[in-house]
Structures are given as C-alpha cells and as structure tokens.
C-alpha cells in the first residue's frame, strides 16, 4: 500500500489524480436519470457515502483529514467549482483566471497573485469548464470554441479552449461581491469625491442620458449599477446585456439578454434585435450593459426620441475617444452618413460621459465628467465639470493625485430647472476647488 506525504509536490499531484479519477468512478456509477426523484439533500447523503465508500477501498493509504479532505473536494466535483471552490468563496479574490490546468491566478486588490491550485490535466479542466458552461445553458466545443456565460452567483465566466487556446483550455471569471457596492461606498474606496457623486445622482434623477467609458476591468458595470439605483421606482427599465451583470431593485425592471446561434447556425439574437423589441415595451430608461456594435445606432435613436435617462458602458481610453467610437460603431450599422450629420447626432443623444481609469495599484478612479456640449468647427466641444489630476507616488508606488472642479455650470441643469428642481442648491457643487482627495 503506497502512503501519501502530506505538504509534498508529489503527493499533492497524487490526490488531485486520485480525486479526478474518483469522480469519474462516481459519475459511472450513479444513474442521474433516476437521481432526479431524490430532493437535493438525499442526493448529496448518497453521493457522499459513495464516497466515503470508494476511498476506503484506494490501494492508497490516506490519514483521516485526507480522507475527509477528499470527500468534500469530490462534493465541490460534483455540485461547486472543483479545484477553485477555495477561490469562489474567497471575498478578496475579484478575477480568477485559470490559464491550463497547471496555472491558476487570481486577482487580490488589483494585483495578480499566483496559487497553488491546480487541475489533473487538461482533460480535467475540461470537464469542468463542460460542467460550468452546460449549467449556464450555453455550449463549447471544437465548432464553438469560446464562450461567455453568467454563472448562478452572477460571476462572468469566459472560456477559450483548443483549438483557440494554443497552451490548453483556457478560463477567466470575473467575480462579483455578494454585497451590492454603492454610491457611498465608491467616494470611501476613493474613486470618486462627494461633489462628484452627489452630481451624478443629479444627473440621473435629471433624467440625463449617460455614457460610462473605461478600459477592461475599469469598473463601468459597477458605476453602472450604482448610478441605477437613483432610478425613480415609478419608470419601467429595460436592460440589455450579451452578459446580464447589471442588478437593478425597480420594481418593473425586464432584463434582456442576447442568444447565440444554434448548432445549424441560426436562431441568434443580437443587442441589436433586443434594443429594436426593447422601443415597442413602453421602456422610459433604456439601460445597455456594453454597446460595441451596430445596436448604437438603436440606442442613439431611443436617447433621442423620448427615452431620456438612458445609460450605456462604452470601451474607450478617455472622454473624447468614447464620442469617436460611437461615431464608428454608427458606421458598423451600415449607416452612411455623413460625419458631421453623425456626430450632431451623437450630441443631441448624449448628455454626459463619465470615464473609469484602472490606475497601475488596480485602484480605480472616476478620471473625468464631461458634458457634450456640441460641436464647433466640426469637431466635439466637451466640458470637463470635474477631473482627477495624478501629481506623482507616494510611498509604496501608490498613485498621488486629487479630484477637482472645473467651475464649468453643466447647461443640462437648465433641463433641471425646467422640471421644477431647484438648481441653485446644486450650484456649488461646481465651485471651482480641489476637493476631497481619497483616503491614504
């Protein structure tokens, strides 16, 4: 009878190989069909006595903690996320990726962090990445070889396998917290100032349309989320997401999401198809998760014919870049129009732009709130109201900076006047000043 050394490299790879090939004895033995009469907690009574039983008759001896250890790992095999279940469970942790089955990092703080985890083998690593995927009602194979898919706790889950993946299967999970994160909580995590965020309340409740611009990871979808709950409960929200990530509490919220296309290659629908259905539900806020194709001429359409309020997340490196890509994603539409009769379009849509950094700490920071203001001589005319200036690192490589005021007086808040809000209590949030720079 062969022991296992706990601690040792080697042993650790025996028992990842012992529980893999356990779970496949598992998978053998029990019949899923006639599982489905039993309630859940019969089936896992049953499943883990099978367990127990199976490891009792190894030709490896295993001390009582190991044992015990693999039972709950072949529990996580079965109902959890195998080897990273550790990992899931982890509040700190924010993105997991997964890169072959002997590399898995995962993201603390904003900072990348290598673990010991690991999978058998490739052929490990797909089976669950078939398990997870099939339980999100999505497929992967050769034909179909990425896939993204929302996991049951609301997790992102991306997966690119071979042959796509030249260095195996590959995986990226970006987790969302079980806390919802709010306004207040951004000004404390010192992405942005007071002034900053009672203004964007302001601009919601105003009704004003809103793009949310950033980089990968930036945290658009969290300021999405935040900014949506100042949404009046009386208003009917439609949402639309590849993905669905966002979280709204109205009371009459329909969240949309996209379908990929069958086996025989039909039976798609696109962000594109869902914002044209979306115009015939009686929306008054239209909220679009990421728009990056040809649906932002749909989206533009519903800003400007009545839908005021609406919100969107566009991939941009700042401000200015944002209004230029919607100009080239309207292109995407098959739309020829002249650039100048594009762009005025964009402006009659878009009120504010609101850009996200990720700083080089994984600290994010609201780096710019602008108003479209126009256009002059063609080009776009926007107006900072408030800005995040870096002025060098502190001790620890950690990024120096503070939030300011311009002093521009947003016109939108003519819009609010008009409505009956009295702006003058609003005014000096525009005061030009520096203003609460974040924490240390």
């Known amino acids: 009878m062969v022991t296992i050394a706990d601690g040792s490299s080697s042993g650790s790879t025996d028992l990842i190989r012992l529980k893999t090939d356990l779970h496949r004895q598992i998978i053998d033995l029990v019949d899923f069909s006639k599982a489905e009469a039993l309630t859940e ?61 002997g590399r898995v990092l995962v993201e603390r703080r904003g900072v990348l962090e290598e673990t010991n985890v690991r999978f058998a083998d490739s052929a490990h690593l797909m089976q669950f990445i078939h398990r997870l995927v099939g339980r999100a009602g999505r497929r992967i194979d050769e034909s179909s070889p990425m896939v993204d898919a929302r996991l049951p706790d609301g997790s992102r889950f991306n997966a690119v396998i071979p042959p796509l993946a030249l260095g195996g299967p590959t995986v990226s999970i970006r987790r969302f917290g079980n806390r919802r994160i709010q306004m207040e909580d951004l000004v404390q995590f ?70 990929l296309p069958n086996l025989e290659g039909r039976g798609a629908v696109t962000q594109r198809d869902l914002l044209r259905n979306a115009l015939r539900m009686r929306p008054d806020r239209i909220i679009v998760g990421e728009a990056r194709g040809a649906e932002v001429l749909e989206m533009l359409q519903a800003m400007n014919t009545g839908h005021d309020g609406s919100m969107s997340t566009v991939h941009a490196n700042d401000a200015r870049e944002t209004l230029d890509r919607l100009e080239l994603m309207i292109a995407l539409a098959g739309v020829e129009l002249p650039s100048r009769i594009a762009r005025q379009y964009i402006c009659n849509a878009v009120d504010i ?71 003058e209590q609003y005014r000096p949030l525009f005061e030009p000043r520096e203003l609460t720079a974040p924490k240390a």
């Not at 929200?237 to 969240?255: F, G, S």
Request: hydrophobic share 40%; charged share 25%; glycine share 8%.
């Open 41 to 101: 907690a019969e089936l896992r009574a049953q499943l883990k006595a099978l367990a127990e039983y199976l490891c009792s008759r190894q030709p490896i001896a295993l001390s009582e903690q190991q044992r015990e250890k693999l039972v709950l790992d072949l529990m996580d095999e079965i109902y959890g996320f195998g080897p990273i279940e550790s990992l899931m469970v982890d509040p700190t942790v924010s993105d997991i990726l997964i890169n072959g089955p």
């Open 190 to 259: 010192g992405t942005m100032a007071p002034a900053m965020a009672d203004f964007l309340v302001l601009a919601v409740q105003g009704r004003m349309n809103v793009i949310v611009s950033g980089g990968t990871g930036a945290g658009k979808t969290t300021l999405l989320n935040c900014m949506s709950r100042y949404i009046s409960d009386s208003q009917r929200v439609v949402t639309i997401e590849e993905t669905a990530e966002l979280n709204l509490q109205q009371r009459d919220v329909v969240a949309l999401e996209t379908r």
């Open 353 to 423: 732009v609101i850009h996200v950094t990720r700083l080089h700490t994984g600290e994010r920071r609201v780096t710019r709130v602008s108003e479209v203001s126009g256009l002059k001589d063609g080009e776009w005319r926007m107006d900072d109201i408030f800005v995040y200036r870096l002025s060098g690192e502190m001790r620890g490589g950690r990024p120096a900076g503070a939030f300011f005021a311009t002093g521009y007086q947003p016109v939108a808040l003519r819009r609010l006047a008009l409505a009956g809000t009295n702006v």
